[in-house]
């Protein structure tokens, strides 16, 4: 079975959005491959982060991807900072990656210009990222089409690797995600719904309550027209609310354009938010039974055993290779 690796940082909160667009098909391939998915928190400190609130989020981040669906006994789950090994093997990496590479990076090119005062680690984390899929020899790695580079640039260290120490690494492949329904902001559906947004009445959180659902999705930009159609250029606002009720239920666009024919757009905003809200509840009594409990850490301390015994032969194989060894 081939290996898939995933990445996510504690960087703000999950919305429905993500959930809709990345969680469920991460659900999904977690039934095709063997899967590594870690907590990318050493990634989140390229900018600073206060203490406390990314040490909250990390745990946060994990529960809710479990209780969205993402399966301990179908991926390996580990926190990439327990794994003193992969920035060890980052280290070497460095070492035969050439600044130009780093520095030709997209996103290294947008971030560093809004800040001048740029960390280092804004430059090397595309090494590290590498670091993350190379050690365990994954075979693809599902990016959107803005995330490729980094997956190349991962390509292109571990084939000069190779040829500089030998057979060392795998070559790993992007796996492109299909463009599948796109959840907008709800007060702005001509954008999508971001958890970085600074407006918090277009955006839902897998953890807003009840009240705050129904709240923001009554409240959601729609049009004058009155009709419920689904038209992205004409509707954008319907649409988007036509597009979360389908991701959630098993209603189609035909459906919902049938059974609300004749009625208002209250009557559909109600609908849409009671189909959220009954979703996010399953999902929060999952969430609130794994956050402070001895199943997550036991989840945890099962995938770092595991990720850092691999990770150590690696680091290890390539020590040898390059000279650092005294035996």
């Given at each position: 079975?081939?290996?898939?690796?995933?990445g996510?940082?504690?960087?703000?909160?999950i919305?429905?959005?993500?959930?809709?667009?990345?969680?469920?098909?991460?659900?999904?391939?977690q039934?095709?491959?063997?899967?590594?998915?870690?907590?990318a928190?050493?990634?989140?400190?390229?900018?600073?982060q206060?203490?406390m609130e990314?040490?909250?989020?990390?745990?946060?981040?994990?529960?809710?991807y479990?209780?969205?669906?993402?399966?301990?006994?179908?991926?390996?789950?580990?926190?990439?900072?327990e794994?003193e090994?992969?920035?060890?093997?980052?280290?070497?990496?460095e070492?035969t990656?050439?600044y130009?590479?780093?520095?030709?990076?997209?996103?290294?090119?947008?971030k560093?210009?809004?800040?001048a005062?740029f960390?280092?680690?804004?430059?090397?984390?595309?090494?590290?990222?590498?670091?993350d899929?190379?050690?365990?020899?994954?075979?693809?790695?599902?990016v959107?089409?803005?995330q490729?580079q980094?997956?190349?640039?991962?390509?292109?260290?571990?084939?000069?690797?190779n040829?500089?120490?030998?057979?060392?690494?795998?070559?790993p492949k992007?796996?492109?995600?299909?463009?599948?329904?796109?959840?907008?902001?709800?007060?702005n559906?001509?954008?999508k719904?971001s958890?970085?947004?600074?407006?918090p009445n277009?955006?839902?959180?897998?953890?807003?309550?009840?009240?705050?659902?129904?709240?923001?999705i009554?409240?959601?930009?729609t049009?004058s027209?009155?009709?419920?159609?689904y038209d992205?250029?004409n509707?954008?606002g319907?649409?988007?609310?036509?597009?979360i009720?389908?991701s959630?239920?098993?209603?189609?666009?035909?459906?919902l354009?049938?059974?609300?024919?004749?009625?208002?757009?209250?009557?559909?905003?109600?609908y849409?938010?009671?189909?959220?809200?009954?979703?996010?509840e399953?999902?929060?009594?999952?969430y609130y039974?794994?956050?402070?409990?001895?199943e997550?850490?036991?989840?945890?301390?099962?995938g770092?055993?595991?990720?850092?015994?691999?990770a150590?032969e690696?680091y290890?194989?390539?020590t040898?290779?390059?000279?650092?060894t005294?035996?």
């Amino acid at each position: 079975m081939q290996k898939l690796l995933t990445g996510l940082k504690p960087t703000g909160e999950i919305t429905l959005g993500n959930y809709i667009g990345a969680i469920v098909p991460m659900v999904e391939l977690q039934e095709e491959y063997e899967s590594y998915i870690f907590i990318a928190d050493m990634h989140a400190i390229t900018v600073n982060q206060d203490p406390m609130e990314l040490k909250n989020r990390i745990r946060k981040f994990i529960a809710l991807y479990i209780a969205c669906g993402i399966d301990p006994n179908k991926n390996i789950i580990y926190l990439q900072s327990e794994n003193e090994y992969i920035p060890a093997i980052s280290w070497l990496l460095e070492c035969t990656t050439y600044y130009g590479e780093a520095s030709r990076m997209i996103q290294f090119k947008e971030k560093s210009k809004q800040n001048a005062n740029f960390s280092v680690g804004l430059l090397t984390y595309p090494i590290l990222m590498a670091a993350d899929i190379l050690y365990c020899d994954a075979d693809l790695v599902p990016v959107g089409i803005d995330q490729k580079q980094h997956v190349e640039l991962a390509r292109d260290i571990a084939s000069r690797f190779n040829k500089m120490y030998n057979e060392t690494f795998k070559l790993p492949k992007p796996l492109i995600k299909e463009e599948g329904i796109k959840i907008k902001d709800l007060k702005n559906p001509t954008k999508k719904m971001s958890k970085s947004e600074a407006n918090p009445n277009g955006v839902i959180t897998l953890l807003d309550t009840k009240e705050q659902i129904i709240k923001k999705i009554m409240s959601a930009t729609t049009d004058s027209e009155k009709v419920i159609k689904y038209d992205m250029e004409n509707k954008p606002g319907i649409s988007n609310l036509m597009n979360i009720c389908v991701s959630l239920s098993n209603e189609t666009i035909e459906s919902l354009e049938k059974k609300f024919a004749k009625k208002s757009y209250q009557d559909f905003k109600k609908y849409v938010a009671d189909v959220v809200v009954k979703k996010l509840e399953k999902i929060q009594k999952r969430y609130y039974e794994l956050i402070n409990s001895q199943e997550l850490d036991a989840i945890l301390d099962k995938g770092i055993e595991k990720t850092r015994q691999i990770a150590k032969e690696k680091y290890m194989e390539m020590t040898n290779k390059m000279g650092l060894t005294r035996k």
